[in-house]
């Protein structure tokens, strides 16, 4: 920033200023807002060009793009474990990750309430940006957007990732074959308990934390010990059980899991029991399923274990031959149920 800038610059109150229609306008206190508080925190060369896009360096020769978007309006807006910021990085990084891809880049769009405090903006800002340094990703471009009160729930973020991904990687949900192990690197259903729990204001002996966090680091782990992996799929809205079903009818093939391996955190269970969830229906932020030759399942266990995303991984079933591409389950006490899809929403509102 110029002196001239500097010396013409009205200083934003964070303490108790709030967000007004002006700060979407295109005028002079949406700029202050983008520079006071997005680029001081997002701070960063491709940034700092100032432009409507980001110009970025060139890609390898053998390395193909990968790019996915996502939006977040969970309520409440900070939960335990986490808050909108961090889970609108996690969540894009993720989507590109489960290609085996490097995420690089983020853009990030902001619908601001009018009214929304400052203090908490930024916050939420602060916490994005600590994400993606962590992630080693940078938010690049984004765009601001502001709507009258009543109209919004406060704060909705878009987020949009590029990464690259070698030629030679064919990582896709189409991929699961027969024979192969189906894996997860940890316990199910915390996110959306947690969410749901806050919510609710339900207090139980342990407080229940989300899983949200980017999962790119022990995935490229995995798949440079392991070319091999032919899923790699991320658990979010609808849980295990839908997202094994995308996975079954992608590759068409049916899918079998051993209830005794899935690992689930006895309070976690315990939430659902109250809440009448099931747990391979809730939602997670930090999950990956991964698909792979049964021969190379205990090579990506060990990996996953030894990192700290991924200490109670497991395997949790296998993929067989099915022409009508269930996924099954053997229960607890011997007996077998389908899993089927999630029919309408049990969780609203949670990522």
């Known amino acids: 920033m110029n002196e001239v800038t500097k010396r013409f610059q009205a200083k934003l109150n964070i303490k108790s200023g709030r967000i007004d229609m002006t700060h979407g306008s295109g005028g ?14 997002f701070e960063n060369d491709y940034l700092n060009q100032k432009n409507d896009q980001a110009i970025l360096p060139a890609l390898g020769a053998n390395e193909r793009i990968v790019m996915a978007t996502d939006s977040h309006v969970v309520s409440p807006l900070f939960f335990p474990g986490g808050d909108i910021g961090a889970l609108s990085v996690h969540g894009t990084v993720n989507d590109v990750a489960m290609s085996g891809a490097k995420p690089l880049y983020l853009s990030a769009g902001f619908i601001l309430e009018e009214g929304f405090a400052l203090a908490d903006l930024e916050k939420i800002v602060i916490s994005m940006a600590k994400a993606a340094r962590e992630a080693g990703v940078a938010i690049v471009t984004g765009d601001t957007k502001v709507v009258e009160k009543g109209k919004g729930d406060g704060v909705f973020i878009s987020t949009t990732g590029i990464g690259v991904v070698s030629i030679d990687l064919d990582i896709s949900g189409a991929n699961a074959k027969p024979g192969d192990a189906v894996l997860i690197n940890g316990t199910i259903g915390d996110h959306g308990v ?36 032919n899923v790699l799929r991320d658990p979010t809205r609808g849980g295990l059980a839908s997202t094994l079903n995308e996975i079954a009818q992608q590759s068409g093939v049916g899918i079998k899991l051993m209830e005794d391996d899935i690992p689930v955190r006895s ?64 229960t607890a006490f011997g007996g077998a149920r389908v899993v089927d899809w999630l029919n309408g929403e049990q969780l609203p509102r949670i990522c």
């Open 194 to 229: 947690a969410i749901m729990s806050h919510r609710e204001n339900l207090a139980f002996e342990t407080e229940i934390i989300s899983d949200s966090a980017s999962l790119n680091g022990v995935i490229a782990d995995m798949v440079k010990a392991v070319p091999e992996i």
């Open 28 to 41: 002079r206190a949406m700029n202050d807002l983008i520079e006071q508080l997005f680029q001081k925190h």
């Open 267 to 330: 309070d976690v269970h315990a939430a659902c029991e109250f809440l009448g969830l099931d747990p391979l229906y809730v939602a997670n932020e930090g999950k990956v399923i991964v698909i792979c030759p049964q021969d190379k399942a205990e090579t990506l266990l060990e990996i996953m274990r030894n990192h700290p995303l991924g200490q109670h991984a497991a395997q949790i079933g296998t993929v067989h031959e099915d022409p009508n591409h269930f996924v099954t389950m053997e």
